[in-house]
Structure formats: C-alpha cells, structure tokens
C-alpha cells in the first residue's frame, strides 16, 4: 500500500464536509443532528466553542465529543479546522441556498453543485449488502407493487417504467384508496417497493404496514430510522442533506432516481444474456415511433412512412 502524501492528506482535509455527510447515516440520532448544523452552517463552527456549538444545537457537550470521535478525530478544535479548510477550498456542500436575487448563472451553478454532491454523498454511504439483498429480493418476486406519495409518487412511476421491462409484473397507483387496496391483496412472494425522502408520510408508512401484514416483503428507499424504515423488511437507506429553502428542487430525488437505474441494471444482468435479448426487444418496439430527420435538411424531421 503507498503511503499517504501530503497532498492526499490536504485532500482529504479540504473534503471533510462531504465525508461528513456521506458518514451522517452511520451516526447516531444525537450526533446526527450536529452532523446537520456542521453542514447547515459550517462558517458558524468555526467561531463556535463546544459549550456553544452544544447548546445552539440542543444537545450535551459529551454528545459533541462523541459526534467529533465518531468522525475520526481526537478533538473538537480538529473539527473547527477541517471545516475551515474545506470551506478554504471552495468544496461544494448541499445548503448552497438559492436567494431570491441570484442571478440565473449562479442559480445553474448551486442547483447542479447541489445535485453532484449529494450524488457523490450517497454513492459513498449505500449500503452494499442492502442493495444486493434488494436485488435478489427483486429477482424472485412474483409481483412488485411501487408506492410513493407527493414527490415520490413520481419516483414509483420511474420505478415501475425502469422494471416493467423485465417482465415481471410491476404496478403503481396514482390514487391512495387504490394503493391501500392494492397493499392488502399482496401475498408472499410479493414486493412491496415503498419511496419516501423523510420516511414519515402517514400514506406511505400504511401502505408498508400492510403490505408486511399480507405476507409481502415490504423494501423501504428513505432515510434510516424513520417510520418507513421501521415498517420494511429491508431498508435501503438514502439519507440525503436535503436542501429545505423555498427556492431550491428536492435533490434527494436525484439520488433516489439514480438508485432506481441502479436496481434496474443490476437486476437485468442478473437474468442473464436471454433478459439482455428481451431489453433489446422492447427498445426496437418503439422504433418505428421515432422520427427522422430529412437527409439534406438539417433541423426537420419527418416520419417514415410505409
């Protein structure tokens, strides 16, 4: 193994923010909500002492102690440094608040700083053995039934777009009446595939209770430690910084879109060369709905005609 150089460890200092955040998942409830203010207002920690950093929070110095040993450091003033550096060195984080006078240069630049990050954050923190377990789940389902409220009602139809190709029967339901009948006619061997960012959607947290209830295998894509998360058989944790200013889209369905592709691809190779075949299929069914374009004619398209 090479050892470390100065630089790797300068580089790793100036991305503390980002380690943090792709850590806050494995930290506890108390340590995470100082995990939260570091991120929320890293320029404030700086100036902070630990008595004040404690109390602006609403949690004990020892508990600050223990969030600081948590991250690998023996120290709090450590802590007070790595975020200084990181802040030194231009290192995006998520809460780059978009203000009402932003100009639409720097609107492009914090929305598309804020989505690569948190994309970066998650990849570094899913959990592997969670996702393969997903999969193989996935793989053996004699039904999958996609449920998500609000926002992640759409990440249920991207769901249920992305497996339907594979021939497995996949099903999401626009309306809560028909997704709580649904729930309750799954039986084992059935999925349960529940979305949710805050994982405390009264709706969603139903769904997921009788789905389990019914014998289903209930898979919860939302924070941990959450009511959702508690109602799965499997959790596969995305435990996204989300951006809560007015202004600013959700990126946590960024991530949870990503993830999707993620199931998707993986549970396509796992079906092997004859479901590889079977995807080829269903893209060359939709061939004759695309136009081309005139040759000679640039920008006009026309539709083949037979």
């Known amino acids: 193994m090479m050892p470390e150089t100065a630089t790797d460890s300068q580089s790793d ?31 404030q920690i700086i100036r902070m002492s630990i008595a004040t950093l404690a109390e602006t929070v ?47 240069d720097t609107i492009v630049t914090k929305i598309f700083d804020s989505s690569v990050y948190v994309l970066s954050s998650v990849r570094q923190s899913i959990d592997r053995e969670a ?25 249920a139809i991207e769901a249920q777009h992305k497996l339907m190709r594979l021939g497995i ?25 529940c979305f949710s960012h805050t994982g405390e959607v009264s709706d969603t947290v139903k769904m997921a209770q009788m789905a389990r209830q019914a014998g289903a295998t209930v898979i919860a894509v939302t924070r941990p ?13 995305v435990d996204a910084q989300e951006n809560t200013e007015v202004y600013a889209p959700m990126t946590s369905r960024v991530a949870h879109a990503v993830l999707i592709d993620v199931i998707a691809t993986a549970l396509a190779l796992s079906f092997g060369e004859p479901m590889l075949a079977r995807l080829r299929e269903v893209k ?12 000679g004619e640039a920008g006009s398209f026309r539709k083949d005609r037979p």
């Open 284 to 295: 060359d069914s939709l061939a004759d709905l695309r136009l081309q374009p005139h040759r």
């Open 131 to 155: 996702l393969r377990r997903v999969v193989g789940i996935l793989h053996e389902a004699r039904r999958i039934d996609c449920f998500g409220t609000g926002a992640a009602s759409i990440l």
């Open 58 to 104: 609403g949690v004990s110095q020892p508990t600050v102690l223990r969030f600081v040993r948590a991250l690998g450091l023996q120290r709090y003033p450590e802590l007070k440094l790595l975020t200084g550096q990181s802040i030194v060195s231009g290192t995006p984080y998520l809460h780059s608040e978009v203000a009402p006078d932003d100009e639409l």
């Open 225 to 237: 430690e959450t009511t959702l998360a508690n109602a799965a058989d499997v959790l596969l944790a």
């Open 13 to 43: 200092s100036n991305r503390f923010l980002e380690k943090l955040a792709a850590q806050r998942a494995h930290l506890s409830p108390s340590e995470r909500r100082v995990a939260d203010f570091v991120l929320d207002h890293p320029e």
């Open 169 to 193: 029967p996949v099903v999401t339901y626009g309306d809560t009446h028909l997704q709580r009948m649904a729930a309750a006619t799954l039986r084992p061997g059935d999925v349960a595939l």
